[in-house]
Nanobody
Framework: VQLVESGGGLVQPGGSLRLSCATSGVTFRNYPMSWYREAPGKGRELIAS????????TYADSVKGRFTMSADNTKKMMYLQMDRVNPEDTAVYYC?????WGQGTQVTVSS
């Protein structure tokens, strides 16, 4: 299994960013798939996940209504659409499948 995130960068407050997670060796819809983030000086936080049985997504309160997680079984990709970002969203973002993690992609929200 391999997970590779991309799409991070610098974005202004109120802006948008789309993160991608390219997967290999992953069977979609067998197990939950998730996005986490780790801000400086804080622990790793679960922010979004997709339930394997029906594709239902759940979100942490901190991102609910602003972030949208999706998965494309054909392309073997996971996505995290980030809208109306704020400085508190600055973190390294990781995708996760079972015990496997990507290397992370840095998102910095600053004017």
């Amino acid at each position: 299994v391999q997970l590779v995130e991309s799409g991070g960068g610098l974005v202004q407050p109120g802006g948008s960013l789309r993160l991608s997670c390219a997967t290999s060796g992953v069977t979609f819809r067998n197990y939950p798939m998730s996005w986490y983030r780790e801000a400086p000086g804080k622990g790793r936080e679960l922010i979004a996940s997709i339930r394997e049985s029906d594709g239902t997504t759940t979100y942490a309160d901190s991102v609910k209504g602003r972030f949208t997680m999706s998965a494309d079984n054909t392309k073997k990709m996971m996505y995290l659409q980030m809208d109306r970002v704020n400085p508190e969203d600055t973190a390294v973002y990781y995708c996760r499948y079972l015990v496997y993690w990507g290397q992370g992609t840095q998102v910095t929200v600053s004017s």
